[in-house]
């Protein structure tokens, strides 16, 4: 069942951080899913090591560390994706 989780939050984690970067990121919707999810483990991770990972209510600044990460994972990732397709 968190394999399950896994890739429903990296879909939705990959999909805000498209949204944040300015124009438009071509690449197909299982790229965007695996970055999603990778960007959620490496925030989780940041968000440990700045001691924010659990506070009370909604983890706010963990969510932006996730789609922060995700974002730069997709700007870097979308160039190299435009020139393999080419």
Known sequence: MSFLWAII???IIGLL???VIPGRQPIPLWLTIILG???GLAGNGLASAF???DTGGIDW???FF???IAAV???ALTPMWL???T
């Open 66 to 68: 996730q789609i922060g």
């Open 9 to 11: 939050a990296g879909l």
């Open 51 to 53: 001691g924010v990972r």
């Open 73 to 75: 994972l997709i700007s």
């Open 37 to 39: 999810i990778i960007g």
């Open 17 to 19: 951080a498209k949204l």
């Open 61 to 63: 600044i963990r969510h």
């Open 83 to 85: 020139r393999r397709r």
